[in-house]
Structure formats: structure tokens, C-alpha cells
């Protein structure tokens, strides 16, 4: 129940995102953004833990702002790999992967106080 919690604060987190960052948009309805939101997670697991793990380093000098940087390559990553997700530039994804975390944090938060 709480992967499909968080699958679905992922989907709002991205049409948050697609609604403030004009760089980036998610050319469908309700079901595109789940599967953006699916295949965000998935890249995001398995290539971005492994990028997160070597990049270590990197994140502790940075205070952990690094991250953002991994999570807009893996935002990038996402859309190159999916034809209904378009992002216009890395700064777009940049500031996208700064909202999709705001909001996915905030979600998770709330479903765990539930």
C-alpha cells in the first residue's frame, strides 16, 4: 500500500512540477503520468543509487545539493527514454527535480503521520 502511496505522490509531484517549470511537460492525461512517475522511479532506483553511492564524495562537501544535480540527470534520463516526457534543458530539470523532491517529501510526510 505505501509503494502505491508513494507512486501516486510521484505522479502529483510530476504535474506540480510540469505546472510551475516551464521547460518541462508530460504530453498526456492521468495514466501518462503515472507511467512517467513509473519509469522516474525505476531509473531513479537502480541507476540513481548506484550514482548516489559513487558520488558520495561529492555529495558530503556539497551538503547533499549534489543530489539534485543526480536527480535532474535521472529527470534527463527519464525523458530521453520516454517519448511523453519532454524536458527543454537542465536547468529545467534541475529546478523540475527541486519541486518533485519538495513535493514527494511533503506527500511522504503526510502518509506517514496517517
Do not use: Q
Amino acid at each position: 500500500m505505501r509503494l502505491i502511496l508513494r507512486w501516486l505522490a510521484l505522479a502529483v509531484a510530476f504535474w506540480v512540477a510540469t505546472s510551475i517549470v516551464p521547460g518541462i511537460s508530460v504530453n498526456g492525461g492521468l495514466t501518462t503520468y503515472l507511467w512517467v512517475a513509473l519509469l522516474f522511479g525505476l531509473i531513479n532506483a537502480i541507476l540513481g543509487s548506484i550514482l548516489k553511492i559513487l558520488t558520495l564524495p561529492v555529495t558530503i562537501i556539497s551538503f547533499g545539493l549534489f543530489l539534485f544535480v543526480i536527480n535532474a540527470a535521472m529527470l534527463s534520463l527519464t525523458a530521453r527514454w520516454s517519448e511523453k516526457l519532454d524536458v527543454t534543458g537542465f536547468g529545467s530539470a534541475l529546478l523540475a527535480s527541486l519541486i518533485i523532491s519538495i513535493v514527494t517529501g511533503i506527500a511522504s510526510r503526510l502518509y506517514k503521520k496517517a
